[in-house]
Each structure stands twice: as structure tokens, then as C-alpha cells.
């Protein structure tokens, strides 16, 4: 027997696109006869029972709008058996019988406890801007956050070069350095510092000599907020005790990363996640969590669901210092 009422949430960190993604969420189960409820605030709603009916016009004028409508949270009552059988309960008052999850890393850990305890049909996005999810090569809101780091980084090059700086930007990234690694080759980097590889500050101040020394003026480095060896400031401060003639200054991109429009990519992605989602729900291919592999939808169990395991080709990173010599 299909389901007929499902809930749809966005948890953890927001990312451009998961208003595309509950949008097609939304439009999908309705379109299979299902009734949609939003649950507001993540996992933090379920146990509140911010949950209320979604209409087609709900979601009329979202899928190129950052953030989520949803809004979301990272509950740490969730983790509670308490927190947890408050969740079920809401979704029994509500005669929800399925679930569209977005989110990531934390949201997947939140589901594979719950599901432990409680049987309930689920289907999960990957909604990160770090990409840092298996099951999927791209995960919603990594594109646009890698432009929008893009964008900044360009323009930070401008007056850079205006100065003869040295940058060192920091972007988000707490576990994964897939935004460093793609703005940074995308903005022609003279270094990119990443939680991947160890970094040895010996070798980034070493090659910053060897650029002085041949009269290249304007460095940036690009580190990941996550780095093992630290953020900007404390790149900052080694080049500075070793280069103190250099002009040096830092910026952090911080949240500017999370918000903004998405991206067509993200758009896409979204659209057919949401939609691949509800499909599966329908057919009972749940416990799982919709990607995108070579361009088809793959289905990976939550349980599988690792964070970070893509290696970084060391081809790629071969390639950043030739092209930044
Ligand atoms: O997980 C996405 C992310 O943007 C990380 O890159 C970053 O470390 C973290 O969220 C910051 O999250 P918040 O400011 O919401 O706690």
C-alpha cells in the first residue's frame, strides 16, 4: 500500500538549492496523490511539532532562493532518547508515514539512530555546501558556494595586485577541502592549503620565497577553514615572521559561502534529487539516500552514507603548483 502523508525537512547547515530540492519534494507528492507536511527546523521541529500541511503554492517563487523555508537546526535533543521518541510521536499525530530528509553528515548520523529505534520509511538529500558526503559526486549548494567563493576571491585579486599583497583567504570547510581545492585552481592560486594533506608550512613559505625571488608580486593563498596546520590567521602568522617586509592580509569568506542564489547546477541537482526522492519513497526503496554518480541517481543506505571519502587526485594537486608557477 503507497504512502499517503509524508514529511519533508532540511537540517544542519543550509545550502543554495534546498529550496529547489523541497520543491520538487513537494510538487512530486502531490503530484502522486500524497499529501506533503513541512516540518520546520529540522529535527528540532520534529520534536516540537512544527509540522503544517504544504500546498503547490507553497512552493511557488523558491528555486532561486538561497537559505531554506523550511529553516533548519542542528538538534542536540535529537540525540536523546527523550528527543527522540518526542519525534515519532509527532509524526504519529500527524499520520506521517514517510520521510524526505536534507542535509549532512549530521543529519544522516541523526537518521541512522532514529531508524535504529523507530521504523519509519526514509528517503535523504545530500545537502551540504562541503560536499563532503559519499554517495554522490556533487552534493546541493557545493556549486554555488565554490562561484560564490569565486567571485570573492577575484575580486580580492584586484586589490591584491593593486598592492602587492599577499592574501590568504580562508574558506569554508571544516572537514573537507573541496571549495578550497576548486576556488583556488578556479582563481589561479599561488597555494591551496586543505585538510586532505598534510600541510607543511616549511614547503608553502618556501615556495612563497621562491616567487619573491623572482619578482612575483601578489600571492593568495587559499586555505580551508579546517586545515590541520590552521586557519588564515595562523598561516598569516608564519608568513609574517618569515617575510616580515611582505604586505599581508587575510580575509574569511565565511557565511557569505552559504547563502545567495543557486546556481543552475544546484538548481538541477536539486530538482531531480527531490524528485528521484519521492519516487523512491513511493516504490519502497527507502532507508537511502538519493545521489548522483556520472550523471545517473544512485541510492546509497543511510548507513553508508560516510563523510569525506573522496580522495583529492594527486594529479589535481600536482597540477596547482604547475600552474601557479
Ligand atoms: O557544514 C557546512 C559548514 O558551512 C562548514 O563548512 C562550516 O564549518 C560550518 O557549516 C559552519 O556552520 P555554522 O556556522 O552553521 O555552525
Redesign the pocket.
Known sequence: MGLNKIGILTS????PGMNAAIRAVVRTGISYGMKVYGIHRGYQGMIEGDISLMKTTDVSNIIQRGGTILKTA?SKEFMTEEGMAKAYASLQLHGIEGLVLIG???TFRGAVNFFERYTIPAVGLPG???K?LSGTDFTIGFDT?VNTAVEAIDKIRDTAEAHDRLFIVEV?????GY?ALNSGVACGAEDILIPETVTDIDDVLNRIDRDERRKKTVHILVVA??DDFGGSADVAKSVIARFPKLDVRTCVL??I??GGSPSYADRVLASRLGYAAVTALRDGNTQVMAGQINGDIVYTPFNKVIKGTTPISPDLLDMIRVLAS
Open positions: 544542519g547547515g543550509d545550502s542542528r549532512g553528515d549530521g551540504t555546501i562541503d563532503d558556494a569554508m570547510g571544516r572537514d573537507a571549495i577553514e579546517g565565511g557565511h559561502q552559504r
